[in-house]
Protein backbone atom coordinates (compact mmCIF):
# COMPACT_ATOMS: atom_id res chain seq x y z
CA UNK A 1 0.00 0.00 0.00
CA UNK A 2 1.14 3.71 -0.87
CA UNK A 3 2.01 5.83 1.42
CA UNK A 4 0.97 8.80 -0.23
CA UNK A 5 -1.76 9.13 -3.06
CA UNK A 6 -2.38 12.62 -4.43
CA UNK A 7 -5.28 13.49 -6.80
CA UNK A 8 -5.89 16.51 -8.98
CA UNK A 9 -9.74 16.73 -9.85
CA UNK A 10 -9.76 13.57 -8.63
CA UNK A 11 -7.58 11.77 -10.95
CA UNK A 12 -4.50 10.08 -9.36
CA UNK A 13 -1.74 11.96 -10.80
CA UNK A 14 1.39 11.30 -7.83
CA UNK A 15 1.71 7.93 -5.78
CA UNK A 16 4.36 7.37 -3.35
CA UNK A 17 6.11 3.98 -0.96
CA UNK A 18 8.58 6.88 0.63
CA UNK A 19 8.51 6.88 4.06
CA UNK A 20 8.39 10.05 6.86
CA UNK A 21 7.95 12.90 4.78
CA UNK A 22 9.48 12.58 1.46
CA UNK A 23 6.39 11.69 -0.15
CA UNK A 24 5.10 15.23 0.49
CA UNK A 25 8.07 16.70 -0.48
CA UNK A 26 8.76 14.92 -3.71
CA UNK A 27 4.80 15.70 -4.15
CA UNK A 28 6.06 19.29 -3.98
CA UNK A 29 8.55 18.80 -6.56
CA UNK A 30 6.00 17.27 -8.84
CA UNK A 31 3.90 19.97 -8.72
CA UNK A 32 6.73 22.37 -9.16
CA UNK A 33 7.71 20.53 -12.40
CA UNK A 34 3.89 20.34 -13.55
CA UNK A 35 3.05 22.00 -16.82
CA UNK A 36 0.12 24.07 -14.87
CA UNK A 37 2.61 24.63 -11.46
CA UNK A 38 1.53 25.66 -8.67
CA UNK A 39 -2.58 26.80 -9.78
CA UNK A 40 -2.88 23.33 -9.88
CA UNK A 41 -2.00 23.14 -6.25
CA UNK A 42 -5.56 24.07 -4.95
CA UNK A 43 -6.89 21.27 -6.77
CA UNK A 44 -5.54 18.58 -4.81
CA UNK A 45 -6.61 15.82 -2.15
CA UNK A 46 -4.77 13.35 -1.05
CA UNK A 47 -4.44 9.52 1.39
CA UNK A 48 -1.88 9.95 3.33
CA UNK A 49 -0.99 7.11 5.39
CA UNK A 50 -0.40 8.93 8.42
CA UNK A 51 -0.77 12.83 9.30
CA UNK A 52 1.02 14.36 11.86
CA UNK A 53 1.73 18.21 12.32
CA UNK A 54 4.71 18.49 10.16
CA UNK A 55 2.80 16.48 7.18
CA UNK A 56 -0.32 18.62 7.94
CA UNK A 57 1.50 22.03 7.51
CA UNK A 58 3.71 20.53 4.50
CA UNK A 59 0.14 19.83 3.06
CA UNK A 60 -1.19 23.14 4.08
CA UNK A 61 2.14 24.56 2.09
CA UNK A 62 1.07 22.89 -0.73
CA UNK A 63 -2.64 23.84 -1.32
CA UNK A 64 -4.12 20.67 -0.50
CA UNK A 65 -8.08 20.34 -0.06
CA UNK A 66 -9.12 17.40 1.97
CA UNK A 67 -7.20 14.62 3.26
CA UNK A 68 -7.65 10.94 3.56
CA UNK A 69 -5.87 9.02 5.72
CA UNK A 70 -5.87 5.87 8.54
CA UNK A 71 -3.98 8.09 11.86
CA UNK A 72 -4.29 11.92 12.50
CA UNK A 73 -2.85 13.34 15.53
CA UNK A 74 -4.65 16.03 17.26
CA UNK A 75 -1.50 18.62 16.50
CA UNK A 76 -2.25 18.07 13.21
CA UNK A 77 -5.86 18.64 13.55
CA UNK A 78 -5.01 22.04 15.13
CA UNK A 79 -3.15 23.17 11.96
CA UNK A 80 -5.91 21.63 9.13
CA UNK A 81 -9.05 22.40 10.83
CA UNK A 82 -8.80 26.37 11.13
CA UNK A 83 -7.80 26.48 7.29
CA UNK A 84 -11.11 24.63 6.56
CA UNK A 85 -9.12 21.24 5.40
CA UNK A 86 -11.46 18.33 5.37
CA UNK A 87 -9.93 14.96 7.00
CA UNK A 88 -11.39 11.81 7.03
CA UNK A 89 -9.47 9.83 9.45
CA UNK A 90 -9.43 6.00 11.14
CA UNK A 91 -8.46 7.15 13.88
CA UNK A 92 -7.14 9.92 15.99
CA UNK A 93 -4.10 9.85 18.40
CA UNK A 94 -2.78 12.98 20.68
CA UNK A 95 0.27 12.98 18.98
CA UNK A 96 2.62 10.93 16.49
CA UNK A 97 5.83 9.59 17.93
CA UNK A 98 8.07 11.23 16.11
CA UNK A 99 10.74 13.93 16.89
CA UNK A 100 9.31 16.42 13.98
CA UNK A 101 5.70 16.38 15.52
CA UNK A 102 7.57 17.45 18.51
CA UNK A 103 9.91 19.96 16.44
CA UNK A 104 7.21 21.85 14.95
CA UNK A 105 4.55 21.56 17.72
CA UNK A 106 4.42 25.18 18.28
CA UNK A 107 5.18 26.22 14.81
CA UNK A 108 2.14 27.84 12.48
CA UNK A 109 3.88 28.90 9.67
CA UNK A 110 3.99 26.00 6.86
CA UNK A 111 6.58 27.83 5.19
CA UNK A 112 8.81 27.74 8.67
CA UNK A 113 7.84 24.25 8.93
CA UNK A 114 9.57 23.48 5.33
CA UNK A 115 12.47 25.33 5.79
CA UNK A 116 12.81 23.57 9.05
CA UNK A 117 11.98 20.17 7.12
CA UNK A 118 14.96 20.96 4.58
CA UNK A 119 17.30 22.08 7.65
CA UNK A 120 16.34 19.09 9.56
CA UNK A 121 17.39 16.37 6.30
CA UNK A 122 20.40 18.62 5.64
CA UNK A 123 22.00 18.02 9.22
CA UNK A 124 20.39 14.36 8.97
CA UNK A 125 23.04 14.28 5.66
CA UNK A 126 26.19 15.86 7.77
CA UNK A 127 25.79 13.33 10.66
Known amino acids: MPTLIAYRDGIEFFRSDRNWLY ?5 GTALEASP ?6 G ?7 IVGRAGALLSVRLGVEAITTEVVSRLALDVLDPRGIEVRATSTVDRIDCAT ?5 EIDDPHE ?7 RIEE ?3 A
Open 23 to 27: PLLDL
Open 36 to 41: TGEEAA
Open 43 to 49: RLTTYDK
Open 101 to 105: EELLE
Open 113 to 119: AHRMILR
Open 124 to 126: RRR
